[in-house]
């Protein structure tokens, strides 16, 4: 499906906007064409939220770009045009928008929440760029974070921004390692191939840095379909794990955490996705000290570029519902706009080998892409719930009243794992 309100005005505003510019510059001359990227996501459905919140966060990105004149190619300045297909979460729809959004003339393809959904993609595009190399399209990857995806499953054309999930967990276990109050664990996820990969990690690095700390459940539900988690909660209070560890995201986690309070749980939460999208509110005064965290950025990182990020983000979406700013998302588009212009070009082989050369900086954050798997590496920031207001905690998220206090910082270089990618490029 294409652009929709508030987007699709938006988007049109700010391609006239560059096309105004342009013919001023040019007295006349006929502006190039845009660079189509096409967001194939889950926009309804109970993960219809996250996807939103995803639709925010690339269009502010590209319409920073649009607001310098766009990206620098051989055919002048060209300005990034975004459209939107929802997929409905499911694989079958993500297929069937990809063949809609190569039909209309898209050069990059973005997708990230749900990693079935990211491999669906990948083994496609694999397929259709073999087959028709005059049409190649890149998939750019901000979410999707199954380990596989850039190690046995690597692909040339796709490029993930998020840090995958041994990593994220490498970054929790820091944080847990330490909490010696914690003897004993539950783990829980959806049944799919990221939630199985957060519970294989959590296991091995367990044994490995906590073998003290005693497992006491392992469970998988099935991922979206789940209304009432009160049996899940009651199995967690009566096993009498003193943390929950899980990869949980969207609507998944916030009924989670909400029928762990209503069960009178009063562990703690070690989480992939626990800082916002109603997860707080969800669980309110009884998560400050017990809901953690991990994330690329968090909006309580110190320093003064990011707390400007932050409340431009804010400012451009005030409603507390839209609270859900992702700092790796516009290091995406950045990396995009900075190979485009090295390429000169959009011609897909030469963009992608630019691409893997992207290192990129925003609001005192850089990351950089690694050429040999095509792994984004960025620092991470593991957060602890708290009350706004408190040393640390000068934002609260979705108007809660409650923020994340960053307790660990973990370097670029020290989130950096091992890869098994043995790459597959064009000849």
Request: with cysteine.
């Amino acid at each position: 499906m294409r652009l929709l309100a508030p987007f699709h005005v938006l988007s049109r505003r700010c391609l006239l906007t560059t096309a105004l510019s342009l013919l001023a510059l040019s007295a006349g001359a006929q502006s190039p064409a845009p660079i189509k990227l096409a967001l194939i996501e889950g926009l309804s459905g109970p993960f219809g939220n996250t996807g939103e919140a995803v639709v925010r966060n690339i269009a502010w990105a590209v319409e920073r770009v649009n607001a310098r004149g766009g990206v620098k190619t051989a055919q002048g300045l060209r300005p990034l045009a975004l459209e939107r297909y929802d997929s409905k979460g499911q694989s079958e729809e993500a297929l069937s928008t990809l063949k809609s959004a190569i039909d209309d003339g898209a050069l990059v393809v973005m997708q990230g929440n749900s990693s079935a959904n990211a491999a669906a993609l990948i083994d496609a595009i694999n397929k259709h760029n073999e087959r028709e190399p005059g049409k190649r399209v890149l998939f750019l990857n901000y979410a999707a974070v199954d380990p596989a995806l850039t190690n046995e499953k690597c692909s040339f054309w796709h490029f993930r921004f998020d840090a995958h999930a041994d990593m994220r967990m490498t970054a929790l276990m820091q944080v847990l390692g330490e909490d010696k109050s914690v003897k004993s664990a539950y783990l829980i996820g959806q049944d799919y191939s990221f939630g199985q990969a957060v519970l294989r990690e959590a296991k091995r690095q367990l044994a490995d840095q906590r073998p003290d700390v005693k497992i006491v459940g392992e469970e998988l539900h099935p991922m979206g379909r789940v209304k009432d988690f009160l049996p899940y909660a009651a199995k967690i209070k009566a096993s009498g794990a003193q943390a929950v560890v899980t990869g949980n995201w969207g609507n998944d986690l916030t009924l989670l955490v909400k029928a762990a309070r209503e069960a009178g749980y009063e562990g703690k939460f070690y989480t992939f996705y626990g800082n916002a999208l109603g997860a707080p509110a969800a669980i309110g005064e009884a998560g400050v000290g017990r809901v953690i965290a991990v994330a690329d950025w968090l909006p309580n990182v110190p320093g003064k570029a990011s707390a400007q990020f932050y409340q431009s983000f804010r400012q451009r979406f005030p409603k507390p519902s839209e609270d859900y700013a992702h700092l790796r998302m516009q290091l995406m588009i950045e990396a995009l706009a900075q190979a485009i212009e090295r390429a000169g070009s959009t011609e897909p082989v030469a963009l992608a080998l630019a691409l893997e050369k992207a290192q990129v900086s925003l609001a005192g954050q850089t990351g950089s892409m690694r050429a040999e798997d095509h792994q984004f590496q960025q620092p991470l920031a593991v957060g602890v719930m708290a009350r706004q207001g408190e040393p640390g905690v000068p934002f609260d998220v979705e108007g809660s009243g409650y923020g994340f206090k960053v307790v660990r910082q973990i370097k670029a270089e020290q989130a950096r794992m091992p890869t098994s990618c043995k790459m597959v490029r064009p000849g």
